[in-house]
């Protein structure tokens, strides 16, 4: 059922590990197939990241596989979900009630849905499903239904708008956060100043880029940064220890999804730019 399971890792974990083994703890790909769900697993907080991309042919996000104890059981039996349409106009179908989704735009999905279908062509969902503990009304958002914020600059190359969409003050979930960041031409810097929440664990998916352009994602502790070069529509797990920011070689969209003890948007130990090593 999962293309990959990711396990919690140590700080300690990150010494001396090889670029590449860098990327296979915590870099999600091919998460975009034609005519396909994909899902990941992550014991961080439990998250399930996922695409699902419908072509001319109807999919369904699928019943859950394993364990054994579970099999046959909706996906979302325990489960709450968040859907983002990166790509072309599509359509989600909840327990037959049919919602529209224009690229951008973006669905709770309560915990004891039943059945989700996806349809349209051109149409790329992406999805963000953590463990719930009750239901919470499904909501569709748009850009302008969102909490905006704008931040930063165009002479410091991180001028951007902060969509906030699954949040208290938005909407109401279980334990999932959910926002998009859409970066200004000229901007290539985003999560400024750089910061680690250890409440919560953090996925990024970038996108909006072209096949040549590249992300440079930095993590780890503040005192021992790495960085994982990342592609177009691949996402990153952020555990609750690292840092989390990113620079690329033009302005981008990323989608950011938390979940962990909290739903406080500012919960978070900010890093002055000058402490990192």
């Not at 956060?177 to 000229?186: F, N, S, V």
């Amino acid at each position: 059922m999962f293309e990959k399971t990711f396990y919690a890792t140590h700080p300690d974990m990150m010494e001396c590990v090889s670029n590449e083994e860098l990327r296979d703890r915590y870099l999600v790909s091919d998460i975009f197939r034609a005519g396909e769900v994909v899902l990941t697993y992550s014991h961080g907080e439990r998250f399930i990241i996922g695409g699902a991309v419908p072509g001319a042919s109807p999919l369904a996000l699928p019943r859950q596989r394993e364990p054994a104890s579970a099999a046959g059981h909706p996906l979302l039996e325990r489960r709450e979900l968040g859907i983002v349409n990166i790509g072309g106009p599509g359509t989600v179908t909840l327990d037959g009630e049919e919602i529209a989704l224009a690229k951008y735009e973006s669905l709770y999905v309560p915990m004891g849905t039943a059945d989700v279908l996806f349809t349209g062509e051109g149409a790329r969902f992406y999805l963000l499903s953590v463990p719930a503990h009750r239901a919470f009304e499904r909501k569709k958002m748009t850009l302008a239904d969102a909490a905006t914020m704008q931040r930063g600059s165009l002479e410091t190359s991180n001028e951007r708008d902060i969509y906030q969409l699954v949040l208290p003050h938005t909407c109401s979930s279980a334990s999932l956060c959910l926002g998009m960041t859409l970066l200004k031409p000229g901007s290539v810097w985003n999560t400024m100043p750089p910061h680690v929440h250890e409440r919560r664990s953090e996925i990024y998916l970038y996108f909006d880029l072209a096949e040549d352009d590249r992300i440079f994602h930095y993590m780890g502790q503040p005192d021992a940064l790495r960085h994982i070069v990342m592609e177009n529509e691949q996402a990153v797990i952020s555990p609750p220890w690292s840092v989390h920011m990113s620079s690329g070689t033009r302005n981008y969209a990323f989608i950011w999804a938390m979940a962990g003890e909290n739903l406080d948007y500012e919960d978070m130990d900010v890093k002055d730019i000058c402490q990192l090593r």
